[in-house]
């Protein structure tokens, strides 16, 4: 993974490519707390950013390359594993949400179906139902912006042709 990086800095003469990957290594190493931290605007000189939403959507999703493992486990404490759901919840409701990010969602959900269901059921809680509600109102966000930005592009079109 870091040779990646590595080699996308050795050949990125953009800025913007170079402050991405900062932003993908950064992410690479935060836990919960500072992914929840990232998502509340509240680390210092660290903006959310829509990559910055899916990368950390990707690193819950995603098989890590040097533990073979995914970042949830179904022997994870069980203030991690709600930690993780929250941290979802958080994401799904964000401004700052995509189309990748809603599919990363609801690769969330596939991949963790078990520790969802088990967990609802040890804690009589309805992440499930949450995490699946969360992708609606995700995609209701998005339809907003399109609408928004379509809405947008009429005016301005309609004020440079006058």
Not at 60 to 89: G, P, Q
């Amino acid at each position: 993974m870091f040779e990646n990086i590595i080699n996308i800095l050795k050949n990125s003469d953009s800025g913007s490519d170079k402050k991405k990957l900062e932003m993908i290594d950064k992410i690479s190493k935060m836990n919960l707390t500072d992914m929840r931290a990232y998502m509340k605007s509240s680390m210092q000189g660290f903006e959310p950013s829509e990559e910055g939403v899916i990368e950390i959507l990707k690193k819950l999703t995603t098989v890590n390359e040097e533990t073979s493992e995914r970042y949830l486990a179904n022997d994870d404490m069980d203030s991690k594993i709600k930690n993780c759901f929250e941290l979802v919840l958080v994401i799904a409701s964000d401004i700052r949400i995509t189309i990748d990010a809603i599919e990363l969602i609801q690769e969330f959900i596939n991949v963790y179906a078990d520790i969802i269901a088990d967990y609802d059921t040890k804690y009589k809680q309805i992440y499930g139902l949450k995490l699946k509600n969360s992708i609606k109102n995700a995609i209701r966000i998005v339809n907003t912006k399109t609408d928004f930005s379509r809405k947008e592009n009429v005016l301005n079109d309609s004020l440079t042709t006058h």
